[in-house]
């Protein structure tokens, strides 16, 4: 269709304000899908695109990469989906699908660099948006789709290390932060067996942070506590984007534990060589997650009731959602809903 338009919310300029505005979405190839889009998460990520932070950002920029939605049209040699199958896109839009790590499942580090649904292209912030189908996931029944948005960028950022790393029930689990990604980590931490300790430097969390599955609590910073807890940890998951005390943190690892950093501090961390090698610990990363743990994500969260906290706005309130976001005023994801 020549003359076909999607209607969406962009920002013009970096730091912008959103506001109506309408495209000519790319020729529909073979193996893509139109999704009308229903719900859409608000992620820390659509605000640093909004404002450009990281210089890749292109305008008119239509954000929104937690997207939930109904596919309307499949191209030609569309087979594993069909039309009026509810999907879910994530922050991956696509992926050179040949290199060691995507043919391994692991297309979030894909050699080539894969390629960002708002990095490019036009995220979900619309009512309709086109995309590869292979980068769709079947969101299970069990799951309602203003809960599901928000699973398929905060759910696969701590699903993707807790479901690496812990390899054995009863090991000792702690999560850094009990915010719109630690909230998410605690549940799935618990739900694989581990005893789950929250950090918070915020000591009114505590019951929150037990009703989302955690067993203890330590308030961050509190020179008992963290005695008491040094070299007992077998995996510390860090979801904070602020700076802390890492040497801390790295002292609470036990022999052969990992720190794991999904949040985006802007620091550096200095790591004790000794401590390091004689206690074969380890400090590592995580970026999102290939396909088959994204589908795998979405079932264990509706098989084990899995579920973020959030907050319903309606997408014509999309600048105001993105405020609160901003000022950290979000409990615990809000949630873009498409009349």
């Known amino acids: 269709m020549c003359n076909e338009k999607f209607n ?10 959103l506001v109506p505005w309408s495209y000519s979405p790319e020729a529909m190839g073979d193996w893509d899908i139109d999704v009308k889009i229903t719900h859409n998460g608000v992620c820390h990520t659509d605000l640093h695109m909004r404002d450009d932070d990281w210089d890749i950002s292109q305008f008119p920029l239509v954000a929104g990469h937690e997207v939930v ?5 499949t191209g030609k040699l569309v087979k594993n989906l069909n039309i009026g199958d509810r999907v879910g ?37 619309a009512d309709k948006v086109r995309v590869p189908a292979d980068f769709a996931y079947r969101i299970p029944d069990g799951l309602s789709s203003a809960a599901a948005a928000p699973l398929l960028c905060a759910g ?18 702690g999560v850094m932060g009990i915010g719109g990604l630690g909230h998410l980590a605690l549940q799935y931490a618990n739900a ?8 918070s430097t915020t000591k009114s969390k505590e019951e929150e942070a037990r009703s989302f599955g955690a067993h203890n609590f330590l308030q961050w910073g509190n020179e008992d506590e963290m005695a008491e807890a040094k070299g007992t940890f077998d995996l510390i998951v860090c979801t904070i984007s602020a700076d802390a005390d890492w040497n801390m943190a790295f002292d609470l690892l036990a022999n052969n534990g990992k720190l794991c950093f ?6 550096e961390m200095k790591v004790p060589l000794l401590p390091l090698i004689f206690g074969q610990k380890s400090v590592v990363g995580s970026i999102v997650g290939g396909r088959h743990f994204m589908q795998e994500m979405l079932n264990f969260s509706a098989v084990h009731g899995i579920e973020p906290q959030i907050e319903v706005m309606p997408i014509n309130k999309i600048n105001e959602a993105m405020d609160k976001v901003a000022a950290n005023k979000a409990r615990y994801r809000i949630v873009l809903e498409t009349a």
Not at 108 to 124: A, S
Not at 162 to 173: F, N, S
């Open 8 to 17: 969406a919310y962009a920002v013009m300029e970096a730091g912008g304000k």
């Open 69 to 73: 939605g109904e596919i309307v049209e």
């Open 89 to 125: 896109l994530g922050w991956i839009r696509d992926s050179c699908r040949s290199c060691d790590h995507c043919l391994s499942g692991q297309e979030n580090i894909c050699r080539e660099g894969y390629t960002g649904l708002i990095v490019g292209h036009h995220g979900g912030f």
């Open 156 to 173: 696969i950022t701590v699903y993707t290390p807790l479901r690496t790393h812990i390899d054995k029930l009863g090991m000792k689990v």
């Open 192 to 199: 694989m067996g581990a005893e789950v300790t929250a950090f």
């Open 262 to 267: 999904v949040g985006l501090p802007v620091s």
